[in-house]
């Protein structure tokens, strides 16, 4: 099991500073040393590794990483040729090797590797790359290509990036880029969760939303603008949202939602989101939710006021929980909602 995140560094002294502010995990990655200075830095990389509790992992240099009893390698495609593979796994040093097509995936895989690294994810900046961004797409493919072996994303982070990636890793983001969620409702509640489920790279998205978008809305609903009146809201809030995120999959759905084609459309789905400004929406779909084991995350905001929860997936349904209709329940048409009462509550779920 690997560290979800681990930072690449350029020398030892980098080694020496980040293990003793915790960094468990840590890439050495010397260029263009000459022998003895790299022998040098590899046995000081691991001496503060070993202090402090970490695992080194030496780039290339797989032989100063056998007499220093180091972790682990990483291995580029060429190195994979002039590597002495069997004296690797005589000395316990796991390997890790570099891909960036299936081409180098095949070859890699070749070798039985410990991990696999997939890079460079988001477009670099202090190292100019010959291969495109793979994007978060890539790793749901890759970590289903490579089955139980560890997943590395390699390349690009942000400080915000890497806030989200420290937490989940490649598999994480693997996982989000696999699901598939369909949000019922394209307002007030499902355009925040809209972009942020396209922010996060969840692979693909089915809007399910009849309605159109009228100059009322645009208060409380970000992802339209007033070229957007008179469309409707699935189809405007695709284009949208594939302006955020190219690379996953969003479907518009612009129908009703009924209990004849809610089956099929949580049948398909890992996640349903009720962002529908209607209670016989929310019971349909807790309904099939229920019979489908499949969570159901729902909110409503009505003026200044809201829920949400989770209902279904292994819990109770929200029929459970509310088995009467509200009869004397508003709608935002009816009563008015505020637009950052509901920028509270979609984000919430």
């Known amino acids: 099991m690997l560290d979800p995140f681990y930072p690449i560094v350029p020398d030892s002294d980098w080694v020496a500073r980040l293990v003793p502010a ?5 890439q050495l990655r010397i260029k263009d040393q000459p022998a003895a200075e790299v022998r040098r830095q590899v046995k000081e990389a691991k001496a503060a590794c070993t202090a402090a509790g970490a695992q080194l ?3 290339d240099y797989w032989q100063e990483a056998i007499d220093e009893g180091c972790d682990f390698v990483h291995l580029g495609q060429e190195d994979l040729v002039d590597a002495d593979l069997k004296a690797l796994r ?8 570099s891909t960036h097509d299936h081409a180098e995936l095949e ?3 070749a070798v039985d590797p410990d991990y696999v690294a997939l890079g460079p994810i988001y477009p670099t900046q202090l190292k100019q790359m010959p291969w495109a961004p793979q994007g978060t797409a890539r790793l749901a493919e890759w970590k289903r290509l490579i089955g139980n072996r560890p997943l590395v994303a390699i390349g690009g982070l942000t400080l915000a990036r890497q806030s989200v990636l420290s937490e989940i890793g490649a598999a994480g983001q693997a996982r989000l880029a696999a699901a598939s969620v369909v ?3 394209a307002g007030g509640l499902g355009c925040p969760v809209l972009q942020y489920l396209a922010g996060a790279g969840v692979g693909r998205l089915v809007i399910v939303d009849h309605d159109r978008v009228e100059e009322t809305n645009l208060h409380r609903q970000p992802l339209y603008a007033m070229a957007d009146i008179g469309k409707l809201k699935a189809d405007a809030a695709c284009a949208a949202l594939w302006r955020f995120n190219p690379g996953i999959a969003v479907e518009a759905m612009a129908e009703r939602l009924t209990p004849q084609n809610a089956a099929a459309l949580v049948g398909g ?6 962002a529908a400004d209607s209670f016989a929406v929310t019971y349909i779909l807790s309904d099939a939710c229920l019979a489908t084991a499949k969570p159901l995350v729902s909110a409503s905001v009505i003026g200044m006021t809201g829920y949400a929860g989770a209902f ?3 819990g109770p349904s929200y029929r459970a929980v509310f088995p009467d209709v509200s009869v004397e ?3 935002c048409a009816s009563v008015g909602v505020l637009g950052p009462a509901v920028a509270v509550l979609g984000p919430h779920r």
């Open 183 to 185: 949000v019922v409702g």
């Open 107 to 109: 070859k890699g895989l």
């Open 329 to 331: 329940g508003g709608t």
């Open 90 to 97: 005589r000395a316990g040093i796991r390997i890790g090797v």
């Open 269 to 274: 789905a890992d996640l349903i989101v009720d």
């Open 312 to 314: 279904c997936g292994g």
């Open 22 to 26: 915790g960094a468990r995990l840590i």
């Open 57 to 59: 992992i030496v780039n």
